[in-house]
């Protein structure tokens, strides 16, 4: 950890050992995907009593559920017997039961039945399913950990305000849209790429640009719990962007709040998730992903524009092949506050330095 605190300044670009040594990966695992609030779902994914979706958080395998009386709920997926994996695809019971010896569960995670054991042998109060931390904002779902984390409505209490005032309690989730990919490249550089507009004039000069111009980017407000940026858009109103750390990046425009999240699986891959939420019902499923992706995104009018999204994997699976060498780490321009935002929520987690007070400039 005294290494990684060495090398953190928020005012600058990470250090090339951010994206590809063992021990940031150790060190986030341990005080940001096992000890922070995680993007897992959204509501929609669950939508009716006794619903369960197997997820993962860090490395650690979780089982969303709503319960009986339609509560979300978080449990580990693991057996108290042997560690078996109890869930693998999105199913419908009452009861969890282990697919190895029958050990059964209640949807609290209390143990109820052991086969073939004589009565007493197993004292099922300390063979429970461990319980974690789930609530939900906005209709997406955020599980953790860490018994003693932050209430997620005080996490995000800065930008709250501003989704509300552009009705985002009037969208729904739509969980039949949401696609999964896996990306070369270590989760940093992925939502990095994801919450920043600079590199829109170049990465997607004639994609995104010409509609939503790199020069037309502001900051809202921000800090290390959440970041709110905008920008105009060309015949619409400007989008929202909220940027969610660790790996959440969604944005807002009238009728649509579309969604990147992204979760590590070693230095240099990392999953990356889109999905989001609509003013009405779409029927979309036989849809060219990424066509569909940028409409939502954008608007209807983008859906004449190329797709963005393989520019934004080209360019951040260069970085990863490039952050095999060192470098100085660059001053952040003025335009990526909210990349220092992110850096200071990197030092809060890991180095435990309490990050600066939210700050907020003047709207355009």
């Given amino acids: 950890m005294d290494s990684i605190r060495l090398a953190m ?19 986030e695992k341990e005080t940001i995907w096992h000890g922070d609030w995680v993007f897992v779902a959204t509501e929609d ?3 009716v009593p006794g619903d369960q979706l197997p997820v993962v958080v860090g490395d650690q395998p979780v089982l969303l559920l709503r319960n009986q009386a339609g509560e979300l709920t978080a449990l580990s997926n693991l057996c108290a017997h042997r560690g078996t994996l109890l869930v693998e695809s999105p199913t419908n019971s009452k009861r969890i039961q ?25 004292d099922k109060a300390s063979h429970c399913l461990p319980a974690y931390r789930v609530a939900s904002w906005h209709g997406l779902v955020f599980a953790s950990l860490n018994p003693d984390v932050e209430p997620l409505a005080d996490r995000f209490a800065a930008i709250e305000p501003l989704l509300v005032r552009r009705g985002i309690n009037e969208l729904r989730h739509q969980a039949v849209l949401q696609t999964t990919d896996v990306w070369a490249c270590n989760w ?37 719990r959440a970041t709110a940026t905008g920008g105009s858009t060309k015949g619409h109103d400007d989008y929202l962007l909220v940027s969610l750390p660790p790996g959440f990046v969604g944005v807002l425009t009238r009728g649509s709040f579309v969604w990147l999240a992204v979760h590590p699986i070693d230095t240099d891959r990392c999953t990356v998730r889109t999905g989001g939420a609509f003013a009405s019902h779409r029927r979309g499923g036989g849809l060219d992903r990424l ?51 992110f850096g200071h929520y990197l030092n809060w987690r890991l180095n435990e330095v309490e990050p600066p007070a939210v700050h907020t400039e003047p709207m355009p």
């Fill in 98 to 122: 282990c697919p190895y010896h029958a050990w059964t569960y209640d949807d609290t995670g209390r143990l109820l039945a052991v086969p073939f054991a004589p009565t007493d042998t197993i």
């Fill in 291 to 341: 066509r569909d992706w940028i409409g939502r995104t954008m608007g209807e009018v983008a859906y004449a524009v190329p797709d963005f999204l393989p520019e934004d994997k080209a360019i951040c699976e260069r970085v990863q092949r490039g952050i095999g060498g060192d470098f100085a780490p660059g001053q952040l321009v003025p335009m990526e506050r909210v990349v220092a935002d």
């Fill in 9 to 27: 300044d928020p005012n600058r670009a990470l250090p090339a050992s951010a994206y590809r040594d063992q021990a940031w990966l150790r060190a």
């Fill in 45 to 47: 994914a669950l939508p």
């Fill in 188 to 224: 940093k550089v992925a939502i990095l790429n994801a919450m920043e507009s600079y590199h829109l004039f170049k990465v997607h000069a004639t994609t995104l640009e010409p509609v939503s111009p790199t020069k037309g980017a502001y900051y809202i407000t921000g800090s290390a």
